[in-house]
């Protein structure tokens, strides 16, 4: 154990800015792959955006899952286990009919299927003007949740960092989605929140390796910009490690013991986590190179008055 804590703390002086070029390849692949996948497969929506019935069945026995999918077999509906006992199962009917007469047909045929057997504790009737409204105001949220990270970002650093942090968020909610997209994975709600909060996830641990960043510029002038990288994401690198292993264990004990409602979630964060993690060290810190961050706050330095810098 000692010398496992000791690998995650030692320094290490890994070239980082040398791989950029393979990095922005393999960005480029994956962007090009999500986007051609969305516009060709789109994403699998869930009742949540593609309308449809909800009904919540409860048994006085615990339900044989088999049977009862074999019974509903001629319907296109998803059966999730609800509590502890099996005696309960979540029934949704995704994308059937246009109207709540063609959906309540559907609610009557699966209760004609089951029998007097299952008490029937709630029916919900999603319609797709619904879905479609949550589709517009998701894209929405995350467009907002994007805009006021770069104005923050903006505000607290110089317009490179904004940049860098924006391109960088583009990028890992491009891929993360891409993934759903291109195993037609089930999108529903809580994937959004789970893309919500790795967006979160990601500008952090951005921002704190440009914070980084921006104080080593002002300690080592003298030093070139991509030794300045370099030293940078390899004395950031300790804390990034321990801060997604520790995230990403938690995750994987909710993929596979959080039952299906989490499993979506604890994917979007696992994924986004080492997306987030590649596109810190191979799109965000690059950029800066590109767009010659320090000559910015040369620039900036020469213009403070001396008095205010001395009083800083």
Known sequence: MPRLIHFFIKPTHINFIGARKPAFFLSLLLILISIGSVATKGMNFGIDFKGGVLMEVQAEEKIDMKDMR???????VDLQPVGDNGTEVLITALGRGDNEQEQMKIANVIRQELGDDFTFRRIEMVG???????????????????AMITIYVWTRFEWEFALGAMLSLIHDIIIAVGLFSVFQLDFDMTIIAGLMTLAGFSVNDTIVSYDRMRENLHKYRKMPIDEMINKTTNEMLPRTLLTGM?????LTIMLFLGGSVLQGFALMMLWGILVGTYSSIYVAMPILMYLDVRKTMENKTKNVNPFEATNE
């Open 70 to 76: 074999d019974k509903l077999s001629a319907l296109n």
């Open 128 to 146: 797709p003007r619904v879905g479609a409204e949550l589709i517009r105001n998701c894209i929405l949220a995350v467009v907002l949740a994007g």
């Open 246 to 250: 520790s995230t990403i264990i938690m």
